[in-house]
């Protein structure tokens, strides 16, 4: 079955960048989407068709994708933005829904 | 905008039925693939399977065997049954509005939790 990849977790200091990337053989052709997740609470979606800012989302998030792997950046990341991200795209078909499984940003 | 709420026991004995139902308060019934995603304690999302307003279903095929995702749109809701469930299947329901076939999760139910107990 078609899996996207995240690492783990990410950490950065307050006022850094972070990047958080999604890597899937059928990104070239399909779109990346990106949720935020708080303890808690339900997912949040941040970036939508890899690179959308959905409304009220900050400025400082922002999405790219090249070739196999999608990126979410978080620039000048604040003590708010500590949470775990999650990429979600479809597979080669579009039949199939996945879910990366999940990024954890620490906010040093 | 669209509302969702999710509502179903929160405890199942194993090898029985998960059911759970989620009502779409506001927004177009027609306009989104209507979806149940999970996630167990401390892991990550699981997408379960969505039903469009036609009643043209799809599930993760490591569920099908398992699954039926129904909706009645004239009370503006939709369902999930899981049978045969074990101890896995303990998870955080959500329900999803999902814009268009190959698109995003634009709005979420706020979950329920569900326990499957021996």
């Known amino acids: 079955s078609y899996e996207v990849t995240q690492s783990p977790s990410v950490s950065v200091s307050p006022g850094q960048t972070a990047r958080i990337t999604c890597s899937g053989d059928?990104?070239?052709?399909?779109?990346a989407h990106w949720y935020q997740q708080k303890p808690g609470q339900a997912p949040l979606l941040i970036i939508s068709?890899?690179?959308a800012r959905s409304s009220g989302i900050p400025q400082r998030f922002s999405g790219s994708s090249s070739g196999t792997t999608a990126t979410l950046t978080i620039s000048e990341v604040q003590a708010e933005d500590e949470a775990d991200y999650y990429c979600?795209?479809?597979?080669?078909?579009?039949?199939?829904?996945?879910f990366g499984g999940g990024t954890r940003l620490t906010v040093l | 905008q669209v509302q969702l709420q999710e509502s179903g026991p929160g405890l199942v004995k194993a090898s029985e039925t998960l059911s759970l139902t989620c009502i779409v308060s506001?927004?177009?019934?027609?306009?989104?693939?209507w979806t149940w995603v999970r996630q167990s304690p401390g892991k990550g999302l699981e997408w379960i399977g969505y039903?469009?307003?036609?009643?043209?279903?799809n599930y993760n095929p490591s569920l099908k065997s398992r699954v039926t995702i129904s909706m009645d749109t004239s009370k503006r809701r939709f369902s999930l049954n899981l049978n045969s469930v074990t101890a896995a299947d303990s998870a955080v329901y959500y329900c999803?509005?999902?814009?268009?076939?190959?698109?995003?999760?634009?709005?979420w139910g706020q979950g329920s939790l569900v326990t499957v107990s021996s």
């Open positions: 999803a509005s999902r814009t268009g076939i190959r698109g995003y999760f634009d709005y």
């Open positions: 506001s927004g177009s019934i027609s306009s989104y693939y």
């Open positions: 039903i469009f307003h036609t009643g043209t279903t």
């Open positions: 059928a990104l070239p052709d399909q779109h």
């Open positions: 068709r890899d690179s």
């Open positions: 979600q795209s479809v597979d080669s078909t579009g039949t199939y829904v996945v």
